[in-house]
Structures are given as C-alpha cells and as structure tokens.
C-alpha cells in the first residue's frame, strides 16, 4: 500500500479495495468484517441485515437530492439489495463551524422526506461541530437494520443468467461532475436519488428464487459492480454497448470531460444478476413501478472470458471493462 | 458514405485483405484510447499492426518539468492549476496526487481559463497553469495569457511544457529505428495547423498519411484509407476528416499561438532533444513565466532504469514488451507516464489489452 | 491531447458564445473562431471552439450516423443483448 491516503483510496476502485484488504479488514476482523453491502447478522428470532455509510459530497445540494436525501437513500439501498426490508436509520452530523442553519435545515427536511418515501424511520443520532476548515461544510453518517424475512439475494451466479438495471446509467455522477465542471442542461438533468427497498420488494416478491446477486452501482459506478462480481469467477460478464440505458446528457458530458458512464455513480439505481429465463419478466415488472421505468437487460453472464467483465461495442468489436484504479477526473487528452 | 451500419464496416474492415504485413503508427494519444474503446482495435484485419507514437502530451513531458513544477510549489507556495490528465504522472521522486496529500494546493480544470478565473478569484495566492499540449491545445494556453495581460491579473503564470508534433514524427522517420508503413495522423492537431505539415512524410519519406476524426467511423475508414494507400504506393497525405480539418487548419488560432510562444527546441522523453519542437513564451509575456518567476533547483531528474517509455515512444516496442509492465508497472503504481496517462499507452493495453 | 467534441452554437455574447450538445449547454470562447454564427456546429477543446464544422461533409456523416442510429434504436427493441 502507498505510504500516504491518497484520493484514489477513496473512489471505490482498486486502491480501496487494496486498503478494505490489506489495512481495515487485516486488523479489525478478517472474519468479523463482513464485504457485502449489509452485514447479515443471526439472532434467535431471525436475520437481520446490518449497515453504514458516510456521506461527503461537493456541493451539498444538487438538482434531485441533497447529501441528507443521499445519506438516507444510499443506506436504504445497501440494505435493500441483500434482500431485507430496510426498518431503522441513525444519523450522524458532522458540521463545520460557519455552516448556514437554513441549509442545514433543507438538508434536513431533505432527509426527512427521503426517510418517509422508503419507509424507515431515523431513530437515533449524533452531532459534532469542527472547527471551520476541519470538515466541508458538512458530513453525514448513516448505519440501517432491516430484517431479513426470506433467502439472502445471493446465489451462484452462472453463464446463461441475464444482468439488468432499472434505468439510465451515470445520472448522478455525472450531474455532479457538470455542476464543477461549470457545465449546465438545457431540458435538465437531475440526480436519479432514489431508494430502491419498493423495487426490489416488488421483484422477489413475483420472482423468490431468480435474483442471484444485486447491488446499488454508486461509487465506481457499474463497471465497477461487474468487476467485483466476476473478481475470480470461472464465468465473465459481457455489456452490450447498444443495449445501454444513457441519456443523451450523460454521454454529451462524459464526451466532454473523457469520463465513462460505466463508471459514473448512481444513487437510484440497482443492478441486477437473475436468471436468464426469468430477465423478460424482471424487466416487465420493473418497467410497471417509476423507479423502473427505463429498465432493461443490458448484459449476460458467459463463459467466455472468466474473470472479466467486457464491453461489445457498436463495431463488433469487445473491450475489456477493466476495475477503475482511481476517481475518474475531468480531461482533455 | 454508403455504410448504413457502422457494424457491416467494421465487418468488412475485419475482412480486409492485406498484400503483405503492414505497420502503421498512429500519431496521437487519443487514438491510441479510442482505437480500443470503441472496440475497432479488435477488428483489425490480419497483418495490421498498429504501433503507437509521440502523441499523448503527458507521456513525452520528460521528468525534469514535473520535477520544477513540484519544486516551484514547495519552495514558493504556488497553488498547481493543471488538466486532470497532469495529477497522476509519476515524476523523478513524485507526483501531483502524492504532493497533494502532502499539502500541494492543487486545482484541476477543464481549461485554461478556468484556472485564469481561479486566480482573479483569489488576488492573494500565486496560480500557475501547467500549460502542457499539443498544437491543439496551446492556442487555449496563449489566450489565457493574453487575458491575464489585459485584465492585469498579477498573479497568474504558467509553466511552459508545450511541444509540436510534425518534428517529432520527423525525428522518428530520420531515426529510422522502427519500419513504419504509414501514419494516422492526429484530426484535432490538424485542425489548427492543417494539412499541409505533414505533407513532409510522404514526399520525403514516401510515407502515405491519414488525417483521422475520433469516432469509430472515421478510424475505419482512415485506416482502410491508409492501408490502400500503402499498398498502391500513392505517396500523399490525405483528410479523412474533412468536416473539422481545412488544409490550411485555423490561421487564427495558430496567430494567437505565436503570438505568445515562440519554437524552441524540447527536450521529449524517450527521444531526446528536437530542433524547434516545442513552445516558449516570447520576452514580451515573460511577465507570466513560472520559470522565470519561481526560481528553484530541483534535484537531478531521474528515470526508473527498467522503464521503457522512451523505447515505446520511438516506435520500438509495444507496452506489453516492457519487462515492468503488469508487474512493477501498473496503473496504480506506475512506473512510467506512459502507464498512468489516461491516453497512454501502456494504459491502454493494460487496461483494454485483457481479452 | 485532443479530446474535442462537437457543439451547436445557440448565442453569442462577445467573445464566447453559449454552445450545446445533447442538452448539455457550456460557455465556450470564439476568440480562434471570430466568424462562428449562431447556429453552427463547432468543435470545442478545453474550454475553446477550436474550428467549425464544414456543414457540408457534416451532413453528409450526420445522414450516415442518423442511418446508423435508426439501425442501433431497432436492434435495441427487437434485439437481445447476448453478452457473449
């Protein structure tokens, strides 16, 4: 590992991934330390599922969404997609000295809203004030538990099954990346900051036994979920690049500033690995909810290529889909 | 422009038929990407090889300039304004990213005016602009100048890395280290200096050359372009990009260019100094010279021994050749800038070249 | 270092002119570019408008491309990704 934090260990890439191993989990509990979204934790009356987050964000107010209505959906989602049904939230704030109270109270009204359109309540918290220039106007923690009433959604995943996603890839990240980068939307473009537990829901609930793996493609974005999935795997995951859900701004953006959509955050989305025979119906179901309006099969599990994820392009032509390294940044070579 | 379906192009490109082996280079970086990312590398025909150039700006900075930009900002203070492509690039004992969390103040942006803007915003802090590039790009650097000039904006200057590309393709045909077949040439240096530059390649060196846009399209077409070309012996150079590139490029912005910079030799990684292949400021703005401005000695550059960026910018290898790449030299931990620029090209192979 | 991309100039305001491409609008300079017009395509590196593009051989790409998407749009109806 590198001597010093750099930047890149926080962008969800493989220089996370190497402190997550080599540092975090190699001390506080190898076994303890659970790698999924959600710690799923036995007790006598049955499973819960058990997370947290911690929400930075520049700016702390975007079209769509605010770091409060990130901080709540985000935690939602991790939970969601182990399959529980997300029930009670904490809040953390961490604020810097200076911070306006009437932005810290949008923030907060953000949140509140956030919490009663998932359905869970925020039942504890905790405050602290920095010194001004000790933290970015402000920070906020989250930790959820939700309960686990049926299976886990994790089975093994094999070549045939089908990935799919609910809707356009990238929206939040690259909003944020136009916002600094002085970029603006003639129809708008808005964060796609959502919770994903009402989806989901809807999903096992039609289909119990299909889902095989899902997870909420935030930072790293999907690329970055592909390549942990196939991470080892004796199977590969290939995209159809003409299959993709991108919005024409999305792409005008990452066009603009060479970044990839596949690797941009999403914070209202989920992306899914069932079985193929049932990824029509999935689809069908998620396109009768909002939230799934724009959804659709954008891959397949194969057993070509084992261990990596890859791209066909609209040549023909494929293309590997290689693990991030560090946060993408605005460029112009 | 008959092709219906970029698909049945690339089909059709795939069953090119090749009279013999055919080497040819493509001259600038984001080729190099995009060649891979739409997935036309992948369809190349049999016998086509494609060998990478000088063209990722990035990648043929020597060390030496990282190194002063580095040591300007510990010894004066400077807050470093620089494009996101600059942050990662190892220098001799360094980088930008690693500076950073020492304390670099370290702003990037998407152009040079931006960081322009960043100084007017913030009178009390000295801003120099890493003003790196191509021929496409210096014109935006000279700009920035010019307006710090007229709006009086003391404390902006920029450090002067840019360099030109028709000498340094010309010092790899006098080289004659690597047999190259033809060129891909880069569209959007083209677009400001034109066609006629390059015409050198083919009337000297009986080297046929493609002007090439970015899209899937327009590589295939190039491509196919500079393949019949080669194979029928027709010593031209040609636009395949029409649509940007006028044979004379962009007088206007290549006045703007001069006014400010004026040529001057460079020093490029790999291959060493070239005569008049690369930009300086003129007397008249050395008002906005970091050089000048911050003096510093910073230690004696250094290259890891093992890397071979130099031999990959000649021509002379391909990344995977290179006995750290994947091993010592990864993205992550990048031995060379080859390895680390977005548009280099052991970037390219290690992170596309994998199926 | 030549990533570039094409906008539409929707107005001008001295020396920039606010330019858009697939609803993303951006303030860019003509400074390289005095005779730009609303309405016109042009291509845009770093902040800049570099060059405008020739409406004619524009066109002629622009009809290919439209082709080529029309193809794209009816492959993603009916067609099924493989992934394989």
Redesign the interface.
């Known amino acids: 590992m590198?001597d010093?934090?750099?930047?890149?260990h926080g962008s969800g890439g493989?220089?996370m991934n190497?402190m997550i191993g080599g540092l975090i989990r190699r001390i506080l509990g190898m076994e303890s330390v659970q790698l999924d979204d959600s710690a799923v934790l036995h007790t006598e009356t049955g499973k819960i599922a058990f997370t947290t987050d911690t929400f930075t964000i520049t700016p702390i107010e975007f079209p769509g969404g605010t770091i409060g209505s990130l901080a709540v959906n985000g935690t939602v989602n991790d939970l969601a997609v182990m399959g529980a049904k997300p029930l009670y939230l904490s809040c953390a704030l961490i604020l810097e000295e200076g911070l306006e109270t009437a932005v810290l109270e949008r923030i907060l009204v953000s949140m509140r809203s956030a919490a009663d359109a998932a359905g869970v309540s925020i039942v504890t918290g905790d405050t602290k004030v920095v010194e001004r220039g000790k933290a970015d106007k402000i920070f906020i923690n989250t930790a959820g538990i939700g309960i686990l009433e049926g299976m886990v959604q994790r089975r093994p995943i094999m070549p045939g099954d089908a990935?799919l996603i609910n809707g356009f890839i990238g929206d939040h990240g690259i909003v944020i990346m136009?916002l600094r980068?002085?970029?603006?939307?003639?129809?708008g473009?808005i964060s796609d900051c959502a919770p994903m537990n009402g989806l989901i829901g809807s999903v096992i609930a039609a289909f119990p036994e299909s889902v095989k793996f899902m997870r909420d493609p935030t930072r790293g974005g999907v690329a970055s979920v592909l390549n942990e999935i196939v991470k080892g795997a004796d199977f590969g995951?290939?995209?159809?690049e003409?299959?993709l859900p991108v919005?024409?701004?999305v792409?005008?953006?990452s066009?603009?500033?060479?970044i990839d959509p596949l690797y941009a955050a999403n914070e209202g989305k989920v992306l899914m690995v069932v079985r193929g025979e049932d990824a029509d119906g999935i689809v069908e179901i998620m396109r009768s909810l909002p939230e799934g309006r724009d959804a659709a099969?954008?891959?397949?599990?194969?057993g070509?290529?084992p261990g990596?994820a890859?791209?066909?392009?609209?040549?023909?032509?494929?293309?590997?889909l290689?693990l991030l390294?560090?946060e993408q940044?605005?460029?112009?070579? | 422009m008959n092709n219906d379906n970029i698909r049945e192009l690339a089909d059709a490109f795939r069953s090119l038929r090749l009279k013999r082996d055919l080497r040819i280079m493509e001259v600038c970086g984001t080729h190099t990407t995009e060649f891979f990312r739409t997935g036309v590398r992948d369809v190349f025909p049999e016998g086509l090889a494609l060998i990478d150039g000088p063209g990722c700006p990035v990648c043929v900075t020597p060390n030496d300039y990282l190194d002063r930009a580095i040591e300007i900002a510990r010894v004066h203070g400077v807050t470093v304004a620089t494009f996101g492509d600059m942050v990662k690039v190892p220098s001799s004992y360094s980088s930008l990213a690693a500076e950073k969390a020492q304390g670099l103040h370290l702003e990037v942006v998407y152009s040079p005016l931006d960081a322009l803007e960043f100084a007017a915003a913030n009178p009390g802090i000295e801003v120099m602009f890493l003003s790196v590039g191509f021929e496409t790009t210096a014109p935006t650097e000279a700009v920035a100048v010019q307006r710090a000039r007229e709006r009086n904006i003391g404390n902006f200057s920029i450090l002067c890395g840019n360099k030109l590309t028709p000498p340094a393709v010309k010092a790899l045909l006098d080289a004659g280290e690597t047999r190259i077949d033809g060129f891909i040439l880069p569209g959007h240096v083209s677009a400001i200096i034109g066609v006629e530059p390059w015409r050198f390649a083919a009337d000297s060196y009986g080297k046929p050359g493609v002007v090439a846009g970015f899209e899937a399209y327009d590589l295939i077409t190039a491509t196919t372009t500079l393949v019949r070309l080669i194979e029928a012996k027709r010593y031209v150079v040609e636009n395949g990009y029409a649509r940007v590139v006028r044979d004379r490029g962009n007088p206007k912005a290549r006045e703007i260019m001069y006014t400010v910079f004026e040529e001057r030799d460079a020093h490029w990684r790999g291959i060493g100094i070239i005569p008049d292949s690369g930009l300086a400021l003129r007397d008249a703005y050395a008002d906005f010279d970091a050089w000048l401005r911050f003096p510093v000695e910073p230690p004696p550059a250094r290259e890891h021994p093992g890397c071979r960026c130099g031999d990959l910018l000649r021509g002379l290898i391909l990344p995977t050749d290179c006995g750290l790449f994947g091993t010592a030299c990864t993205p992550e931990n990048a031995v060379g800038p080859c390895m680390v620029s977005s548009e280099g090209p052991c970037s390219a192979y290690y992170k596309y070249g994998g199926l | 270092m030549c990533l570039a991309i094409p906008m539409t100039v929707k107005r001008i305001e001295g020396t920039r002119a606010l330019a858009e491409a697939y609803g993303v609008e951006k303030y860019v300079d003509i400074v390289m570019t005095p005779d730009v017009a609303v309405g016109d395509k042009v291509i845009i590196h770093a902040g800049f408008v570099i060059e405008r593009l020739d409406p004619e051989s524009a066109r002629e790409i622009e009809a290919a491309w439209d082709e080529y998407h029309r193809a794209m749009n009816d492959e993603k109806e009916t067609g099924r990704p493989d992934g394989a």
Do not use: Q
């Open positions: 590198a010093r934090i750099l930047a890149g493989k220089l190497e990935v136009a980068n002085r970029l603006s939307f003639s129809r473009l995951i290939g995209l159809a003409t299959a919005r024409d701004e792409r005008g953006v066009g603009m500033l060479g099969v954008i891959g397949r599990v194969s070509d290529y990596r890859y791209l066909e392009t609209r040549t023909g032509g494929r293309r590997i290689p390294i560090e940044l605005p460029r112009i070579c």
